[in-house]
């Protein structure tokens, strides 16, 4: 999440870990619902992209059962 921009991180937090809703997220940082979307998409992609690279490419989350 430290390497998501501010805004998108600020935003993702807000909507997955806080559980706020999009017009909450909307009202309170004054942006569009289609705007908060658009951000949290690219949050999300970001942070797919990450835990492939660094996480399951490396093995480092393997775990065998």
Do not use: Q, Y
Request: proline letters at 2%; aromatic letters at 6%; charged letters at 30%.
């Amino acid at each position: 999440m430290t390497r998501l921009p501010e805004n998108a991180s600020r935003i993702f937090m807000m909507r997955e870990m806080l559980g706020l809703e999009t017009e909450e997220i909307c009202k309170e940082l004054g942006i569009s619902t289609t705007n908060c979307w658009v951000v949290l998409h690219r949050a999300r992609m970001g942070l797919r992209l990450c835990l492939d690279e660094r996480w399951f490419k490396s093995g480092g989350g393997n775990v065998e059962l």
